[in-house]
């Protein structure tokens, strides 16, 4: 089956600094790519995502891009805030229709 | 989250008894989905659904069995809950792009 490895576990910057956040993936045919944000309490939610026929998508201070060759893709938050402190989570998925997901990036954004 | 909810939002259970966690969606997405939060392992998918009467294991499926009898109900039983089955249970729902999650349930196995 699939598998997806996350890094780093736990990521701390700066206030307006950028933090990117890694990811690889196993399985060849897993053709979409979605990141989760999830608060303190709350269930994970979608912020971004991208297809395999994408290499790089942008929404405002979020971009995710996607080497298929090299099964990695990752997170990109520019210009950081206190507000984008959370959990950040990467998935793979399959036409099969179910996610396999990395184990997790704690972000910490200090004022 | 708006279309999904579970119930209950907390629970704890004595060793040995059966649980039952329910997962209603308003959004009659065909994928139902149920995973597992625990410190250490991100999220681990339970079991899952493609639709009515149509379940399907995932990775850590012991212990833990499914119904789904009406496009928006997902049930997630555990027929004699143990110590290591403390954690927070997670259900989500698709329309075959990303996941939307429920605000999860947390139980505790004493």
């Known amino acids: 089956g699939e598998n997806v490895e996350q890094h780093p576990s736990t990521l701390s910057v700066q206030e307006g600094d950028s933090a990117v956040i890694k990811c690889t993936y196993s399985?060849?045919?897993?053709?979409?790519f979605p990141w989760y944000k999830q608060e303190l309490g709350k269930g994970p939610q979608l912020i971004i995502d991208?297809?395999?026929?994408?290499g790089e998508k942008k929404d405002q201070r979020i971009a995710v891009t996607l080497n298929k060759t090299a099964k990695h893709f990752s997170l990109h938050i520019t210009e950081t805030q206190p507000e984008d402190s959370a959990v950040y989570f990467c998935?793979?998925?399959?036409?099969?229709?179910?996610?396999?997901f990395g184990d997790g990036t704690t972000l910490t954004v200090k004022p | 989250d708006a279309g999904i909810t579970q119930s209950p939002r907390h629970k704890v259970t004595e060793t040995g008894t059966p649980v039952t966690l329910r997962c209603h969606q308003t959004?009659?997405?065909?994928?139902m989905y149920w995973y597992r939060q625990d410190p250490g392992h991100g999220l681990r998918l339970i079991h899952y659904?493609?639709?009515?009467?149509?379940?399907d294991k995932g990775e850590v499926s012991d212990g833990y069995s499914v119904s789904r009898s009406k496009t928006e109900d997902f049930l997630l039983t555990l027929e004699s809950a143990t110590s290591s089955q403390t954690s927070v249970y997670f259900c989500?729902?698709?329309?075959?792009?990303?996941?939307?999650f429920g605000s999860g349930t947390r139980l505790t196995v004493v």
């Open positions: 998935a793979a998925r399959t036409n099969a229709g179910k996610s396999t």
């Open positions: 989500a729902i698709s329309d075959d792009l990303g996941y939307t």
């Open positions: 399985d060849s045919a897993s053709n979409y």
């Open positions: 991208i297809r395999s026929n994408v």
């Open positions: 959004e009659n997405h065909r994928y």
């Open positions: 659904s493609y639709g009515v009467k149509d379940t």
